[in-house]
């Protein structure tokens, strides 16, 4: 059984929103501004780490218009791994090697789960990683926070009356005062 990984990039204050440069937010672009050659070689592998990368349709449209553009190691791994989107808008996709998960998502993605064996990313997409949580299907989470409060913007984590208890398994420094928190899903006796 696939293993689901959520990686994100966050404010110390929780904001994921916008990070690469999406327009409409004040603080666009606010984790481009700050990367450094160790964290893109460390999102890289990352990428190679993993079967597949698992997103929602807005991160898709994103990811879709800007990858297909780029060059090297990196983009090529981006361009070629498998790609499921879960969307019910989404049905022509122009983005290589990219499948649209039919039918209930939260079923289809406990199927894909089940079909896969390696790692599947789950990158941005706020509104499916909270759903993944909500349904407890995250084994895993990639917490990357950048040094900077936004004050504004869309946190990452939803507000709900239920908790998930995690354990910190390990933890990366970067010269720019990034870190990330690499944290296992916790359930039953485990707690």
């Known amino acids: 059984m696939g293993r689901l990984v959520v990686s994100e990039l966050m404010s110390i204050d929780g904001v994921s929103e916008a990070p690469g440069g999406e327009p409409g937010y004040r603080h666009t672009n606010w984790v481009g501004k700050r990367h450094e050659t160790k964290q893109i070689e460390h999102k ?7 079967e597949a990368l698992l997103v929602g349709r807005v991160t898709y ?10 060059n ?3 983009a090529d791994r981006m361009n070629s791994m498998p790609k499921y989107v879960v969307s ?4 022509n996709p122009s983005w290589n090697n990219t499948t649209v998960l039919q039918g209930e998502p939260i079923a289809a993605i406990i ?6 064996r390696g790692g599947i990313l789950v990158e941005g997409s706020r509104t499916l990683a909270n759903a993944l949580r909500r349904h407890g299907l995250v084994d895993e989470y990639r917490l990357m926070m950048f040094p900077v409060i936004l004050g504004s ?5 939803d507000r709900t009356e239920d908790a998930t208890n995690l354990r910190l398994t390990a933890t990366h420094s970067f010269a720019n005062g990034a870190i990330e928190l690499t944290y296992r899903v916790l359930r039953g006796e485990e707690i």
């Open 44 to 50: 890289f592998q990352e990428v190679l780490d993993h």
């Open 61 to 70: 449209e994103s990811f879709a218009g800007a990858w297909p553009t780029y």
């Open 72 to 74: 090297g190691p990196f």
């Open 88 to 91: 019910s808008t989404l049905r």
């Open 111 to 116: 199927r894909l789960k089940q079909s896969l």
């Open 153 to 157: 913007g869309a946190q990452f984590f």
